[in-house]
């Protein structure tokens, strides 16, 4: 599978962002879709989870309650939708697609699991 992020850019703190990821090649179903982030300096960490069948998502503490993801199987796409942005969320994000979970409804918050990864998307949140 090939991923495609964007919707990153720019805003201040308090404010809102979508980002978007388009998935190409085999069925979009056969995988869990996560989205990770990367601050400078520091590593990859978990944002966000959906199941294959989008009923099951997990959040990181650091952003639940803020942020929403959600997929659309028909339209190969899955979102991030971000709000009450702090300067702390500024990280380049990713998405990324793991096929080793087999039930339709499991989350993975591990890293390793995700073995396919969009390019990211910058997301700067000034104070």
């Known amino acids: 599978v090939q991923l495609q992020a964007s919707g990153g850019g720019l805003v201040q703190a308090g404010g809102s962002l979508r980002l978007s990821c388009a998935a190409s090649g085999r069925t979009f179903t056969s995988y869990a879709m996560g989205w990770f982030r990367q601050a400078p300096g520091k590593e990859r960490e978990f944002v966000a989870a959906v199941s294959r069948n989008g009923v099951g998502t997990y959040y990181a503490v650091s952003v639940k309650g803020r942020f929403t993801i959600s997929r659309d199987n028909a339209k190969n796409t899955v979102s991030l939708q971000m709000t009450s942005l702090k300067p702390e969320d500024t990280a380049v994000y990713y998405c990324?697609?793991?096929?080793?979970?087999?039930?339709?409804?499991?989350?993975?918050?591990?890293?390793?699991?995700?073995?396919?990864w969009g390019q990211g998307t910058l997301v700067t949140v000034s104070s």
């Open positions: 990324a697609a793991e096929d080793h979970t087999t039930s339709p409804v499991v989350v993975t918050t591990l890293l390793a699991r995700y073995h396919y």
